[in-house]
């Protein structure tokens, strides 16, 4: 009976241990990937940059004009990394001290006036005008339900806020502007700023096509009489005058008299204030193609609504034409606006021309 009992204990024994050592294995050998192990991201680069630009985010300086929330998708593993960069570049020269002077801006009126809102799909666009808005505009007016598609929109009607239904922000209380630029998808469009200066000239003052007279009957000849070299020069508005008066320091005394004008030639620092603004997408005329369904997708209309087509070729970087627009022009002059849209140049990653590196 005795020898029994201690079989029995033994048998006990055996199983306890068992049991202990099967446990110790367990745990030895699970696999690390499933348990505790450190990870890499799926896409390294635009996780970190992200990461980097929310790291500068959160050192905004005091007294900056805040908006926070729909700066940046759900999911910022599947954001293209070309906007990753680019929103990346825009924060980090936002806080480059050296460069403050060229790209900061209050958020005033003046700015509040160039976003267009639609309450609908909480979408707010800035208007940077010679690079694309006019299609941009119709994609609004028929998310707002104006017309039901884009072919319907007479052109008289794009540039009518009267009539467009597109309300702009600056319509609204300072608490439910407020309210928008924090929740709200916000989104603008660039190009690069000599380009976008030479598209400017030629469409007020060289072909005028919705005949807007006062560019011509007005506006020139303010700009000839303050900035023409040659007073026996009779001839209308030359490139030439046209940088000139951008490149005045003191050119702020003319844009007072111009008005609202002034929108189709000031900085996109000075329309859509990038830097005291969290937009969630900086798209790019010289790949609209690639930007526009991307932007669609981002808001949560592409199903909704298509950007119209965009003849071929149309958006591609002319560097033949700035060349030939600005060889006519001072490099003393050049330089002078060079020094007034350096911070759009910056902020947007474009490349100083060549001519101003020789």
């Not at 011509?216 to 700009?223: D, K, L, M, T």
């Not at 030439?240 to 189709?264: A, K, M, T």
């Not at 830097?275 to 932007?295: K, N």
């Not at 002059?333 to 990653?349: Q, S, V």
């Amino acid at each position: 009976m005795h020898h029994r009992w201690l079989l029995l204990a033994a048998c006990f024994w055996v199983i306890f241990m068992f049991m202990v050592a099967s446990k110790f294995i367990t745990l030895t050998f699970k696999d690390p990937d499933a348990y505790g192990a450190k990870h890499e991201p799926l896409i390294a680069t635009a996780v970190t940059e992200v990461e980097k630009i929310h790291m500068i985010k959160e050192k905004s300086s005091p007294g900056e004009f805040q908006t926070i929330g729909r700066g940046f998708s759900e999911d910022h593993r599947h954001r293209p990394l070309v906007h990753v960069e680019r929103l990346e570049l825009l924060r980090n020269m936002c806080q480059d001290t050296s460069l403050r002077n060229l790209t900061h801006s209050t958020v005033s009126k003046f700015v509040l006036d160039r976003i267009f809102v639609c309450d609908k799909h909480k979408i707010l666009f800035c208007q940077t005008p010679k690079v694309g808005n006019t299609q941009w505009k119709k994609v609004l007016i028929v998310l707002n339900g104006a017309f039901s598609s884009i072919e319907e929109i007479p052109e008289s009607i794009v540039h009518d806020h009267e009539k467009n239904g597109l309300p702009r922000l600056s319509s609204f209380s300072d608490s439910e502007i407020q309210k928008r630029l924090k929740l709200y998808f916000k989104f603008f469009i660039v190009r690069d700023p000599f380009e976008r200066l030479i598209s400017a000239f030629k469409d007020k003052f060289v072909h005028n096509p919705r005949f807007e007279p006062w560019y011509r009957h007005e506006i020139a000849p303010g700009i000839i009489r303050k900035y023409r070299k040659n007073r026996t020069e009779t001839r209308g508005l030359q490139f030439e005058d046209f940088v000139r008066y951008l490149g005045d320091p003191n050119h702020r005394w003319l844009d007072l008299q111009f008005g609202d004008h002034i929108i189709h030639w000031v900085t996109y620092v000075e329309l859509c204030a990038p830097c005291e603004i969290t937009y969630s997408v900086v798209g790019h005329h010289e790949t609209l193609e690639e930007d526009a369904p991307y932007i669609l997708k981002e808001a949560g209309i592409d199903h909704l609504v298509s950007y119209p087509t965009i003849p071929p070729g149309i958006t591609v970087y002319n560097k033949t034409k700035v060349e030939r627009y600005f060889s006519g022009v001072s490099k003393r002059d050049i330089r002078r606006l060079y020094a007034r849209f350096e911070g759009d140049f910056k902020l947007f990653g474009y490349q100083k021309p060549d001519f101003l590196l020789n």
